[in-house]
T-cell receptor, first 113, second 110 residues
Framework: DAGVIQSPRHEVTEMGQEVTLRCKPISGHDYLFWYRQTMMRGLELLIYFNNNVPIDDSGMPEDRFSAKMPNASFSTLKIQPSEPRDSAVYFCATSGTGNQPQHFGDGTRLSIL | GQQVMQIPQYQHVQEGEDFTTYCNSS?????IQWYKQRPGGHPVFLIQ?????EVKKQKRLTFQFGEAKKNSSLHITATQTTDVGTYFC??????????FGKGTMLLVSP
């Protein structure tokens, strides 16, 4: 079985640029989560979707962040404009239901210079 | 909102020593899950506890869920260098999704 697939694995860009992170969930998983991980703040939930519908985006830090899930096979997390403090590892995770274990992708290591 | 606290934040042990990490929730949980993240890797699901007072074992790892379903622990007997990583608990209150603790980073010296 293919796991959660994230791209790119690494991204280095200059501040002010638009960044788009991508996630392909495990087929049949109805829940998709976007997390941000830093040493200081740990693993933070940014937003999650159920059946492609955003359920809770209270973790999205500010209007520069947006996430979409146009279909069951694809989600994006966009940062525009990016800032150095956005540097972190961004994980996408999916689960069959809200109570079931979450399966994480390998993450995108984002560095904003 | 729900909070999940983990202690200690960090522990360094000698190989062969035991290790325990504790997890406390501000609210009663429907279930609790434990994950392990190796350095440079992603969190990987280890186990889920559902019942009050439940104890589960995976080889040298013992997981407990408190009677009040608000706390949990992970104990590793005779640590090995392969146990290195960060261990996260994640609480599920039943009406929302998981809340992850900040994790306990375990370093094992040979």
């Amino acid at each position: 079985d293919a796991g959660v697939i994230q791209s790119p694995r690494h991204e280095v860009t200059e501040m002010g640029q638009e960044v788009t992170l991508r996630c392909k969930p495990i087929s049949g998983h109805d829940y998709l989560f976007w997390y941000r991980q830093t040493m200081m703040r740990g693993l933070e939930l940014l937003i999650y979707f159920n059946n492609n519908v955003p359920i809770d985006d209270s973790g999205m830090p500010e209007d520069r962040f947006s996430a979409k899930m146009p279909n069951a096979s694809f989600s994006t997390l966009k940062i525009q404009p990016s800032e150095p403090r956005d540097s972190a590892v961004y994980f996408c995770a999916t689960s069959g239901t809200g109570n079931q274990p979450q399966h994480f992708g390998d993450g995108t290591r984002l560095s904003i210079l | 909102g729900q909070q999940v606290m983990q202690i200690p934040q960090y522990q360094h042990v000698q190989e062969g020593e035991d290790f325990t990490t504790y997890c406390n929730s501000s609210t009663t949980l429907s279930n609790i899950q434990w994950y392990k993240q190796r350095p440079g890797g992603h969190p990987v699901f280890l186990i889920q506890l559902v019942k009050s007072g439940e104890v589960k074992k995976q080889k040298r790892l013992t997981f407990q869920f408190g009677e009040a379903k608000k706390n949990s622990s992970l104990h590793i007997t005779a640590t090995q260098t392969t146990d290195v990583g960060t261990y996260f608990c994640a609480g599920n209150p039943g009406y929302s999704t998981l809340t992850f603790g900040k994790g306990t980073m375990l370093l094992v010296s040979p």
